[in-house]
């Protein structure tokens, strides 16, 4: 017989209600003591089975940072830094939602490193989409770290803070043009048909056809996707970006006549998605 996966309804306002109000007695606690029992029974109290319930925590924690901000913010931050991720999650999360700052956000997110690198990930990519400027300027670090779920999650945040910076996010795509790592390509390729191609489409083509004439196999293939892909979702798709067709359109046609073998091969192979 099968075992059933439990399905967890999410938490009602009730029920919201008791887990602020059990919150706000549980960091209450803390703040008289200061001991490393009461923070373990905050600890304890934050391994909920309900995943949703969990998850809304972090904006418990965030909804009683205006009564008790000092506690919250230490409590946050020793919950952070918790191997496991049911704790260390609620931690970083209200941290990040009650920090506006990108530095002591990125403390938090980074708090997570070594225990769980599909967080750190996803959440260095929101970094570049809440604070696009400090993040590009930090840009040089990130791509740098030992952790490659911080690069990668760079590499990710490359859409954002490519809709305001494209030359800045073309920087570091470059090195990424003729990578043989398949998760590195997918996230190439992901970035410019989300957002530089359909966003910054003059400036992103030019810097494309440029990648084209070096001739590379792989690079070819990522820039072959990246327009097909933007074409079809952008171009074409419900989310329309008004123009984007006729624009592809031209500059194919325009490929499809280049003196570059390469970017003439790619040119004329494209053209034949657009309808005459």
């Not at 191997?83 to 260390?88: I, L, M, P």
Request: charged letters at 35%; proline letters at 4%.
């Amino acid at each position: 017989m099968k075992k059933e996966i439990p399905v967890y309804k999410a938490p009602t306002k009730r029920r919201k209600g008791q887990l602020v109000k059990e919150l706000r007695r549980l960091v209450s606690a803390y703040e008289k003591r200061r001991s490393k029992r009461a923070l373990a029974e905050i600890a304890r109290f934050c391994k909920l089975d309900n995943p949703s319930e969990r998850g809304f925590l972090a904006e418990g924690l965030a909804a009683i940072h205006s009564e008790m901000p000092k506690p919250v913010e230490r409590v946050a931050r020793e919950l952070a830094r918790v191997a496991d991720n049911r704790v260390g999650r609620i931690g970083a999360n209200a941290l990040y939602l009650v920090l506006d700052d990108y530095a002591k956000c990125k403390r938090a997110v980074m708090a997570r490193v070594d225990y769980d690198p599909d967080y750190v990930e996803a959440m260095i990519c929101s970094l570049c989409y809440d604070y696009p400027d400090d993040a590009a300027a930090d840009l040089p670090k990130l791509f740098k770290h030992r952790s490659r779920a911080v690069r990668l999650g760079a590499l990710h945040g490359l859409e954002a803070i490519g809709a305001k910076h494209p030359g800045i996010a073309f920087k570091y795509l470059d090195d990424f043009r003729a990578t043989e790592d398949e998760v590195e390509q997918f996230w190439v390729k992901h970035v410019l048909a989300l957002n530089l191609i359909p966003q910054k489409t003059a400036f992103s083509m030019r810097r494309l056809k440029a990648w084209l004439k070096e001739g590379g196999e792989v690079t070819r293939e990522i820039v072959e996707e990246a327009v097909r892909q933007a074409r079809k979702h952008y171009a074409i798709g419900k989310e329309k970006v008004p123009g984007l067709y006729e624009n592809l359109k031209e500059t194919v046609t325009k490929w499809a006549e280049d003196g570059s073998v390469y970017v003439r091969e790619l040119g004329e192979k494209l053209k034949k998605s657009f309808k005459k």
